[in-house]
Nanobody, 115 residues
Framework: QVQFVESGGGLVQPGGSLRLSCAAS????????LAWYRQAPGKQREFVAT???????DYTDAVKGRFTISRGNAKNTVYLQMNSLKPEDTAVYYC?????????WGQGTQVTVSS
């Protein structure tokens, strides 16, 4: 019964910021490394950000310097702080693990960057 629930998306102007939240259940965060993915219209889902095995973070080149993944106060909670948003960041954002639990994909949260 592994499940992810994303929230915090919305409509924002280019250059703006959003903070996404993800609540995970049925996941042992000390073993499974939480990660963010996104899927733009007509595109395949792609990796965005993750925690690494040594407790650090890693990002896809397109968001480096603009996005920050962090752990929340609640157990199995993760955030994605997105700054300097660009139209090409428009996508449905999902959380999962670095190794992906296919059955656990949530509904995602829509992020639309547009003037």
């Amino acid at each position: 019964q592994v499940q992810f629930v994303e929230s915090g998306g919305g409509l924002v102007q280019p250059g703006g910021s959003l903070r996404l939240s993800c609540a995970a259940s049925g996941v042992i965060s000390s073993i499974y490394q939480l990660a963010w993915y996104r899927q733009a219209p007509g595109k395949q889902r792609e990796f965005v950000a993750t925690f690494t095995s040594d407790g650090s973070t890693d990002y896809t080149d397109a968001v480096k310097g603009r996005f920050t993944i962090s752990r929340g106060n609640a157990k199995n909670t993760v955030y994605l702080q997105m700054n300097s948003l660009k139209p090409e960041d428009t996508a449905v954002y999902y959380c999962n693990t670095a190794r992906i639990i296919a059955s656990a994909w949530g509904q995602g949260t829509q992020v639309t960057v547009s003037s």
